[in-house]
């Protein structure tokens, strides 16, 4: 188990792996639990799979906004007042 960010207004945090995957063929099972001090949830969450390190402090969930690979999103915040959250998005880029 990982705590990522503390449940604190404006918070953010990350986990990196020091190593480069050298599979052909691989897969990732997530598992994640969003809680806090009974407050509305954050703005949501990214898994990526890029070729570089991206940039900590970007605009895309905490990343850059230009990258190599997978980027998978999982927005639970309703920041434009459509009611079309929470949802999940993937990005591929090359």
Request: glycine share 10%; charged share 20%; proline share 3%.
């Amino acid at each position: 188990m990982v705590r990522v960010a503390p449940s604190l207004r404006s918070q953010k945090g990350a986990i990196w792996t020091k190593n480069q995957v050298n599979f052909d063929w691989w897969e990732v099972e997530i598992v994640f639990r969003v809680n806090g001090r009974g407050r509305i949830g954050a703005d949501g969450l990214a898994f990526w799979y890029t070729t570089q390190k991206g940039d900590y402090n970007g605009p895309v969930f905490g990343s850059s906004d230009r990258w190599n690979g997978l980027g998978i999103f999982f927005d639970s915040f309703d920041n434009d007042n459509k009611h079309n959250n929470p949802y999940i998005m993937a990005v591929l880029t090359t």
